[in-house]
């Protein structure tokens, strides 16, 4: 028994000296975050050139208080110390100062461009972010040229994939619906082949110009629009069994 006491005493008396060290701003604290997520005892011979140390205290609650540290990184030739801050509910470590900038650098393109405050709510813009993770600090993003020829093609592309994807998803159960629509674009007729499906209720399948048709005589009727559309159908129901109703 009397072991046991002293073996307490003298764990809580170096826990008592590792909190009075962490409150003296000291600029390499002891430690390090691996011995806290493991609970494992840390060992006496630490790597001197480690350069992240723990400030929290420990806890036995489920609920863990994030691990602040101190790294050193280089800049301008020299190292300065950053504070970064460990997430114990998803294990990822982030500086709140980085966090801050991005946010502001975030918020000036939005102001500068004239972009949409709904912006910050964006899928499109957290899957940028976290594609950025893991590109280089000296990625160069793609000029205008680039987007508006090979990625807005490849976008385009890999957009009507996944659309066409969820139109024939339970196709085979529930059947598709065709129609048509006539529209007007810059004193062009038009008419637009639209399938739908359970799962993706306006696929446009294409577009056909009628100038050319229309200036030799031949008028927008039920057999030219279904003359036009027989291809397409083609396309996605190749054994003609899917389609069950049709609207002109």
Aim: aromatic share 6%.
């Amino acid at each position: 028994m009397s072991s046991n006491i002293s073996q307490r005493i003298e764990a809580d008396s170096n826990t008592f000296k590792r909190k009075k060290l962490s409150s003296k701003n000291c600029p390499i604290p002891c430690g390090s975050i691996q011995s806290h997520c493991d609970t494992k005892p840390s060992s006496s011979k630490s790597n001197s050139s480690m350069h992240a140390a723990t400030l929290a205290d420990d806890s036995h609650s489920d609920d863990k208080p994030n691990l602040l540290q101190t790294i050193l990184v280089p800049c301008n030739g020299k190292f300065a110390a950053d504070q970064t801050e460990f997430d114990t509910k998803t294990c990822e470590n982030h500086s709140p100062k980085a966090e801050d900038l991005l946010d502001k650098a975030i918020a000036a393109m939005t102001f500068a461009e004239g972009l949409p405050f709904a912006l910050s709510d964006s899928h499109c813009l957290k899957v940028v972010l976290k594609h950025a993770k893991g590109s280089r600090l000296s990625h160069i993003p793609p000029t205008c040229n680039c987007l508006s020829t090979n990625l807005l093609d490849a976008s385009c592309e890999s957009h009507i994939a996944a659309t066409k994807k969820r139109l024939l998803h339970e196709s085979q159960v529930f059947g598709l619906c065709l129609s048509s629509d006539g529209a007007t674009c810059k004193k062009k007729p038009l008419i637009n082949y639209i399938f739908s499906g359970v799962h993706e209720q306006h696929f446009v399948a294409g577009t056909k110009d009628c100038s050319e048709s229309l200036a030799k005589g031949i008028d927008k009727t039920g057999e030219f629009i279904c003359h036009e559309l027989l291809p397409l159908m083609d396309e996605v129901d190749v054994n003609k069994r899917l389609f069950d109703v049709a609207f002109f």
